[in-house]
């Protein structure tokens, strides 16, 4: 067979790599969806504080249970497969929030629908790392991650014009088409090669994912990285679940809220673009650090303004910290984890990330409940810090 020209092989290449980043630009939105959708559906449902903290919280109980399965699956049956199943899940899971007004259907559709966008960012994770090459990896995840953060940017755009504008069903609408989307990228991409026998049954890939695990777990710098991105999703739970009803309450629009919900992929975007250079030049464990403290104070303050402008900056700040750490995490799984163990590995990162969503909405929930929601934010931002603090201080002591 004839080789195809050079410029061909250059031309497919990108075409390729566009592709795949694309991936990451549907598959991460759709979490940026709901984290402004969901707030809203609840609080026209008029459930109380608590119960919508139980609503974001039980997003997270399936993907803490599956995460580590849904990684090993990646590995197991290919990135590209489960990328397509769990797209066409997030499709139908998202028609399905504005289907029922009951706190326990809600909670089964929320269950579900979490289960289905977790999978979906793993595996496209898992197949953006399989896909390239090692000495590209840490400048391939910047752009991976950057167009993520772009996908988090226009999405809510969007949907907080439609849910003003149309309807709020229109908003769980323009979610289930960022799924379908999904679906088709999954459909164009090729099979990158498993290392995993396709003929083990389905129990024993789940067994053995969580007793695979617990090895990753005993070594201390894997524990340290799996404590960051706690971490710094346990700051994000706090976006997720109040920062919604915080900008509700003192009158602020659908559509003003999908803009603030866009300028803080703003931040997410240029933190992606300047993560590289800051690697290149500081060190890794200050750089975690310092991102997830002003990615923490940016979110945990926003209930001490009522004026755009300072909520603007603080979402901005909040947004920058969230962008500049993804890709040192990503690109520290990469240096950490053998090719065969990466979709298990992110498939724990993944259920690491989900316990800080478990627990953080409860919390606040509760607080906001009986102390109000400026307390619940402060003192639940002042504990996710003094983690960070402590976590730091492991890492420098496992990098000496």
């Not at 790599?17 to 609080?43: D, N, Q």
């Not at 250079?277 to 209930?303: D, E, F, W, Y």
């Not at 402060?378 to 990098?399: N, P, Q, R």
Request: charged letters at 10%.
């Amino acid at each position: 067979m004839t080789e195809p020209p050079q410029g061909s092989r250059n031309h497919t290449s990108r075409r390729l790599y566009a592709l795949v980043c694309s991936g990451a630009f549907f598959a991460i939105a759709t979490e940026a969806l709901i984290s402004l959708l969901l707030p809203l559906l609840v609080l026209r449902n008029e459930l109380s504080l608590i119960q919508l903290g139980i609503v974001v919280a039980i997003g997270s109980v399936g993907p803490i249970l599956f995460a580590l399965p849904s990684g090993a699956f990646c590995d197991h049956f290919g990135d590209r497969r489960m990328m397509f199943l769990s797209a066409l899940g997030v499709f139908f899971s998202s028609l399905a929030y504005t289907l029922f007004d009951d706190f326990i259907l809600l909670c089964g559709v929320a269950m579900i629908g979490g289960l289905f966008r977790s999978i979906s960012w793993v595996a496209t994770q898992s197949y953006a790392l399989r896909f390239i090459s090692a000495d590209r990896r840490q400048k391939f995840m910047g752009h991976f991650s950057f167009v993520a953060g772009m996908g988090m940017l226009i999405s809510p755009l969007g949907a907080g014009y439609l849910a003003e504008n149309v309807g709020l069903v229109s908003g769980f609408q323009f979610m289930a088409c960022w799924g379908g989307m999904l679906m088709l990228v999954a459909w164009r991409l090729p099979e990158v090669e498993r290392p995993l026998r396709p003929d083990r049954p389905m129990t024993a890939v789940i067994l053995s994912s969580y007793r695979n695990a617990l090895p990753l777990l005993a070594r201390p710098v894997m524990l340290v990285i799996m404590a960051f991105t706690l971490l710094r999703l346990a700051a994000a739970a706090i976006n997720a679940s109040f920062y919604p009803v915080h900008l509700d309450n003192i009158g602020i629009s659908a559509t003003i809220i999908g803009q603030l919900f866009a300028l803080m992929h703003v931040g997410t975007s240029v933190g992606t673009l300047i993560a590289a250079p800051l690697a290149r030049r500081l060190s890794g464990p200050l750089i975690l650090s310092a991102s997830l403290l002003v990615s923490t104070a940016g979110v945990a303050v926003v209930p001490l303004f009522n004026a755009l402008w300072p909520i603007a900056l603080c979402t901005f700040l909040y947004g920058l910290g969230q962008g500049i750490s993804l890709p040192q995490i990503l690109a520290a799984i990469g240096r950490h984890a053998d090719p065969a163990e990466r979709g298990l590995v992110l498939g724990m990162r993944s259920m690491c990330n989900r316990v800080g969503y478990l627990f953080v909405p409860v919390i606040l929930g509760a607080v906001a409940e009986s102390a109000g929601l400026q307390f619940a934010f402060l003192s639940t931002g002042a504990g996710i810090i003094l983690l960070v603090l402590v976590s730091t201080v492991a890492l420098l002591k496992i990098d000496r």
